[in-house]
């Protein structure tokens, strides 16, 4: 049994379930900020944990296939180097965890953020969806929109 699952998640595989698994707690972020699912299961740590067992896994697949950790060192070296990482499956998963990881974080703290400032949920929407796809540009996009519900800006907070 633990050896069929252990087959059926491939690097393929589980790029798709970690693609499949958080869009519903992207729609939950968009469409239900306030509610108590929200708050249990996007807001907390648990999706994170999810996360975390998928990029060990992704790190246990890699070691029992003699993956050369130290090569990741090399994305420092030029563009070329990076490039040359995201060719090998293994690094290209843990990547993509990690910025899958880093967007959902992002979201949650910016509607907890919005929930502060009592700004309208229709307002974050677009912030939300940009968040998603493209990161810092919605992340800036949420700022601007802050500003002038907080009425000042504070870079410490």
């Not at 029992?64 to 990741?72: E, K, L, Q, R, V």
């Not at 953020?113 to 940009?130: A, E, G, M």
Request: charged share 10%.
């Amino acid at each position: 049994m633990i050896e069929q699952i252990y087959n059926y998640f491939t690097i393929d595989m589980l790029y798709y379930w970690v693609n499949l698994g958080v869009l519903p707690l992207w729609l939950t972020l968009i469409f239900f900020p306030q509610s108590k699912i929200c708050k249990i299961f996007v807001t907390s740590i648990f999706p994170f944990l999810i996360l975390s067992v998928a990029y060990i896994f992704v790190l246990y697949k890699s070691f029992i296939t003699s993956y050369d950790y130290i090569s990741n060192f090399k994305l420092y070296l030029g563009k070329n180097n990076l490039k040359d990482l995201f060719n090998n499956d293994f690094f290209l998963m843990m990547f993509w965890i990690h910025f899958i990881s880093i967007n959902l974080f992002i979201g949650g703290w910016v509607v907890k953020d919005s929930q502060k400032y009592v700004i309208n949920r229709f307002l974050i929407t677009l912030p939300l969806l940009v968040i998603y796809f493209i990161g810092p540009i919605g992340l800036l996009l949420y700022w601007l929109i802050r500003i002038f519900y907080a009425k000042n800006i504070n870079i410490y907070d």
